[in-house]
């Protein structure tokens, strides 16, 4: 069930889905205050550029805006992409991927009649019987954002565990990860009166029964971490006014930040739990008891994930050696509620589920009868329903899926034996699977329709060496029978960073504009991601960032030296974290592309920490305010390390004004410095959508259609 935004907690990634096969993206918060101011109007000419909407910076932008895509919009292709793009985003043939509230299916739809979308119900009879369900409209966001004059984009929402009937719905002005919360009655279909309502903050609120709700939040101005989220908790009883809150948690502000969560079983157990995030990976877990607050002696890398049959359901990220050295990283253990609340210092895990050295586990969900579990398999995708005995010991059942796919939890409650699941490949559209009971079957309910040409295609996995030796291995989507001429048009895509993986997954968009022209994808399974679990990640960390950047370098070289493409049909996309990378690949291997997209980058790393919630992800790419972490940073920051005089190839730079997670600093600067140096260079900044391509399905089809217009130009034109 989607909940409000947990910015601090590593387990709740808001992810920023652009070119790869699996939703990629910047997880929203990491770690401690942000050094002083590194450069001056002095040396770095660009500052001005960071006020992100002054008139100067905005003037710029339209000017940028109106050089590119004069170009690249009067492309001849362009309008058949846009449309193609557009007419995939707003398709009705989508899967309405629903969640089980309140016994009800709900899903929150846009298209060409709902751009900012409505949330709609079905009985659960009338969607379980596959095809289109009858649906009922209870909420229709273009109404509101019309009435209130307010451009609304939707951000989630947190329901009552016990009837489920009262929900805080999260709504975002323009895409900005802050929001607003309000309370909204199900069953009445309207927003309640005099009811609870948080002003806009990066926050997170849970129920604390019907009467009271538990937020973290700026309560006052500027009561905030150095990165920008909250540190704060307060209790809000029903009639009071904000101010009236009572305070029940304090963090620190060089924390990241501080989150609440709600967890319920079946049973009904309930675990109200406050996160303290110390770094973006460390955390202190903390629950929230009638007799006041235990903090729970579980590892800083560990996180609770769910909760069943009085269990707590933890994943390790590090080793647990209090605990006996059988808890290793990687795992899933299960923690007693009532042990912990009564011994929180000395906690008695068991073991559910031990991955392998090439397994990692991806999502796990709670239903009635049993957990749900999706984990990687030398990243294909795989899950199990896991039960309890009465002994406590834990049982798998595998649940029978198609092989070489992604396999996601779209739903699951504690209020039902159901469970939902999205499964797709590179080649494969998405299919909607429901498992139901304790038996682990699995039957599929719907699938999209193809949504380009796939017969002339196939996917393979190799491995590519990187400069340690290490294997790294990547996926490859071409046509049948391709002859190895070093000619192919290719795309290569990667993220490696935040523990994120990236694993096959249905591209529609990707398919229509570039498989079916005749192009290449490849996505790279790059150290830095969480595909082979904590180790995989870890070795991607901070000043051991090179070793990501070589595994890419490894794979474009490894196509290269396959011929399946050569240096001057081969291009590089990457978003967030994965604009860091094509940007360092940019500045460290310009003679290996020839086209890089770098969407919604950071690349001014020697700064990155003073921008948006740039100082929460220390814990990833280390401190300026560390003398040897500041060398590295500095040695691979793209916006530093640009040279005039290189002969780079052509790039595409995107961003959007209202991302207020990574910020449009980055490539704004990034842009400049090109041209002050007489770099050819396209700039794009959309000026709505947040940490994306955009508001809405309109203006995301549009960032897609420029992308494939630019990416055709410089690989398959020529």
């Given at each position: 069930?989607?909940?409000?935004?947990?910015?601090?907690?590593?387990?709740?990634?808001?992810?920023?889905?652009?070119?790869?096969?699996?939703?990629?993206?910047?997880?929203?918060?990491?770690?401690?205050?942000?050094?002083?101011?590194?450069?001056?109007?002095?040396?770095?000419?660009?500052?001005?550029?960071?006020?992100?909407?002054?008139?100067?910076?905005?003037?710029?932008?339209?000017?940028?805006?109106?050089?590119?895509?004069?170009?690249?919009?009067?492309?001849?292709?362009?309008?058949?992409?846009?449309?193609?793009?557009?007419?995939?985003?707003?398709?009705?043939?989508?899967?309405?991927?629903?969640?089980?509230?309140?016994?009800?299916?709900?899903?929150?739809?846009?298209?060409?009649?709902?751009?900012?979308?409505?949330?709609?119900?079905?009985?659960?009879?009338?969607?379980?019987?596959?095809?289109?369900?009858?649906?009922?409209?209870v909420l229709d966001l273009d109404k509101v954002?019309?009435?209130?004059?307010?451009?609304?984009?939707?951000?989630?929402?947190?329901?009552?565990?016990?009837?489920?009937?009262?929900?805080?719905?999260?709504?975002?002005?323009?895409?900005?990860?802050?929001?607003?919360?309000?309370?909204?009655?199900?069953?009445?279909?309207?927003?309640?009166?005099?009811?609870?309502?948080?002003?806009?903050?990066?926050?997170?609120?849970?129920?604390?029964?019907?009467?009271?709700?538990?937020?973290?939040?700026?309560?006052?101005?500027?009561?905030?971490?150095?990165?920008?989220?909250?540190?704060?908790?307060?209790?809000?009883?029903?009639?009071?006014?904000?101010?009236?809150?009572?305070?029940?948690?304090?963090?620190?502000?060089?924390?990241?930040?501080?989150?609440?969560?709600?967890?319920?079983?079946?049973?009904?157990?309930?675990?109200?739990?406050?996160?303290?995030?110390?770094?973006?990976?460390?955390?202190?877990?903390?629950?929230?008891?009638?007799?006041?607050?235990?903090?729970?002696?579980?590892?800083?890398?560990?996180?609770?994930?769910?909760?069943?049959?009085?269990?707590?359901?933890?994943?390790?990220?590090?080793?647990?050696?209090?605990?006996?050295?059988?808890?290793?990283?990687?795992?899933?253990?299960?923690?007693?509620?009532?042990?912990?609340?009564?011994?929180?210092?000395?906690?008695?895990?068991?073991?559910?589920?031990?991955?392998?050295?090439?397994?990692?586990?991806?999502?796990?969900?709670?239903?009635?009868?049993?957990?749900?579990?999706?984990?990687?398999?030398?990243?294909?995708?795989?899950?199990?329903?896991?039960?309890?005995?009465?002994?406590?010991?834990?049982?798998?059942?595998?649940?029978?899926?198609?092989?070489?796919?992604?396999?996601?939890?779209?739903?699951?409650?504690?209020?039902s034996a159901a469970a939902y699941l999205s499964?797709?490949?590179?080649?494969?559209?998405?299919?909607?699977?429901?498992?139901?009971?304790?038996?682990?079957?699995?039957?599929?309910?719907?699938?999209?329709?193809?949504?380009?040409?796939?017969?002339?295609?196939?996917?393979?996995?190799?491995?590519?060496?990187?400069?340690?030796?290490?294997?790294?291995?990547?996926?490859?989507?071409?046509?049948?029978?391709?002859?190895?001429?070093?000619?192919?048009?290719?795309?290569?895509?990667?993220?490696?960073?935040?523990?994120?993986?990236?694993?096959?997954?249905?591209?529609?968009?990707?398919?229509?504009?570039?498989?079916?022209?005749?192009?290449?994808?490849?996505?790279?399974?790059?150290?830095?991601?969480?595909?082979?679990?904590?180790?995989?990640?870890?070795?991607?960390?901070?000043?051991?960032?090179?070793?990501?950047?070589?595994?890419?370098?490894?794979?474009?070289?490894?196509?290269?030296?396959?011929?399946?493409?050569?240096?001057?049909?081969?291009?590089?996309?990457?978003?967030?974290?994965?604009?860091?990378?094509?940007?360092?690949?940019?500045?460290?291997?310009?003679?290996?592309?020839?086209?890089?997209?770098?969407?919604?980058?950071?690349?001014?790393?020697?700064?990155?920490?003073?921008?948006?919630?740039?100082?929460?992800?220390?814990?990833?790419?280390?401190?300026?305010?560390?003398?040897?972490?500041?060398?590295?940073?500095?040695?691979?920051?793209?916006?530093?390390?640009?040279?005039?005089?290189?002969?780079?190839?052509?790039?595409?730079?995107?961003?959007?004004?209202?991302?207020?997670?990574?910020?449009?600093?980055?490539?704004?600067?990034?842009?400049?410095?090109?041209?002050?140096?007489?770099?050819?260079?396209?700039?794009?900044?959309?000026?709505?959508?947040?940490?994306?391509?955009?508001?809405?399905?309109?203006?995301?089809?549009?960032?897609?259609?420029?992308?494939?217009?630019?990416?055709?130009?410089?690989?398959?034109?020529?």
């Open positions: 069930m989607p909940r409000l935004s947990l910015p601090a907690l590593a387990t709740s990634i808001a992810l920023f889905a652009a070119g790869s096969a699996a939703a990629q993206g910047m997880p929203p918060a990491a770690s401690a205050a942000a050094p002083s101011a590194t450069a001056s109007a002095s040396d770095d000419p660009y500052l001005w550029l960071e006020k992100v909407d002054s008139p100067e910076a905005m003037d710029w932008v339209h000017a940028e805006n109106k050089k590119s895509l004069s170009v690249l919009e009067s492309d001849p292709r362009f309008a058949t992409f846009n449309a193609q793009a557009l007419a995939i985003a707003q398709a009705r043939e989508r899967i309405p991927f629903a969640h089980q509230i309140d016994g009800g299916l709900w899903n929150f739809w846009q298209d060409a009649d709902h751009v900012r979308g409505i949330w709609r119900r079905a009985t659960p009879a009338s969607y379980d019987a596959g095809g289109a369900p009858a649906w009922k409209t954002a019309a009435s209130e004059h307010a451009n609304w984009v939707w951000q989630g929402y947190q329901c009552e565990s016990r009837h489920e009937n009262l929900c805080l719905v999260s709504l975002s002005d323009g895409g900005e990860d802050a929001s607003t919360v309000r309370e909204f009655d199900l069953r009445k279909g309207t927003f309640v009166g005099g009811g609870f309502q948080l002003p806009k903050s990066k926050q997170s609120a849970v129920w604390d029964g019907t009467n009271a709700i538990i937020a973290a939040r700026e309560w006052t101005p500027g009561e905030l971490t150095a990165s920008g989220y909250a540190y704060i908790v307060k209790r809000l009883r029903r009639g009071q006014p904000l101010s009236a809150a009572v305070e029940i948690f304090r963090g620190q502000t060089s924390d990241v930040s501080v989150d609440v969560r709600s967890l319920s079983d079946a049973r009904g157990h309930q675990a109200l739990i406050i996160q303290r995030g110390v770094t973006f990976f460390e955390s202190e877990t903390n629950l929230l008891t009638a007799s006041g607050i235990r903090k729970l002696n579980l590892p800083k890398k560990a996180s609770v994930v769910d909760m069943f049959d009085g269990q707590l359901i933890v994943k390790l990220d590090e080793d647990w050696p209090a605990a006996g050295p059988q808890f290793t990283q990687g795992m899933l253990v299960a923690v007693d509620l009532a042990q912990a609340i009564a011994t929180p210092d000395a906690l008695h895990p068991t073991i559910v589920f031990a991955p392998t050295a090439r397994q990692s586990v991806e999502e796990v969900s709670a239903t009635k009868n049993g957990l749900v579990v999706t984990l990687l398999d030398n990243v294909r995708g795989r899950a199990s329903l896991f039960t309890r005995s009465h002994d406590g010991a834990w049982t798998a059942a595998p649940i029978a899926l198609p092989d070489n796919t992604t396999v996601g939890i779209a739903d699951a409650s504690v209020h499964v797709a490949g590179y080649l494969q559209p998405q299919t909607q699977w429901r498992v139901a009971g304790t038996q682990a079957k699995a039957k599929p309910l719907r699938s999209l329709p193809a949504q380009f040409d796939a017969a002339r295609d196939e996917v393979e996995q190799f491995e590519a060496t990187s400069s340690d030796g290490t294997k790294i291995p990547y996926f490859i989507v071409h046509p049948k029978g391709m002859p190895l001429d070093g000619t192919h048009p290719t795309i290569l895509y990667g993220y490696g960073g935040f523990a994120v993986s990236m694993s096959p997954g249905y591209l529609g968009t990707m398919g229509k504009l570039w498989l079916e022209h005749g192009g290449v994808y490849v996505v790279a399974n790059i150290r830095g991601g969480g595909e082979f679990g904590p180790a995989w990640h870890e070795a991607g960390l901070k000043t051991s960032r090179q070793t990501a950047f070589d595994d890419f370098a490894s794979v474009a070289q490894d196509l290269i030296a396959r011929k399946v493409t050569s240096p001057r049909r081969l291009g590089i996309q990457g978003g967030s974290n994965g604009g860091l990378l094509v940007g360092v690949e940019f500045t460290q291997h310009p003679e290996l592309y020839h086209a890089v997209d770098i969407q919604v980058p950071l690349l001014d790393m020697l700064r990155y920490e003073q921008m948006d919630a740039g100082a929460s992800w220390v814990g990833e790419y280390g401190s300026v305010s560390i003398p040897v972490e500041r060398a590295f940073l500095a040695s691979i920051s793209p916006y530093e390390n640009l040279r005039a005089g290189v002969n780079y190839p052509e790039p595409f730079i995107w961003t959007t004004t209202k991302d207020d997670r990574v910020g449009p600093q980055h490539a704004r600067k990034f842009a400049a410095r090109l041209s002050e140096y007489g770099i050819p260079y396209y700039y794009y900044e959309v000026t709505e959508g947040g940490h994306g391509a955009g508001a809405n399905l309109t203006e995301r089809a549009h960032t897609s259609a420029v992308e494939y217009v630019y990416f055709t130009r410089q690989l398959m034109d020529r």
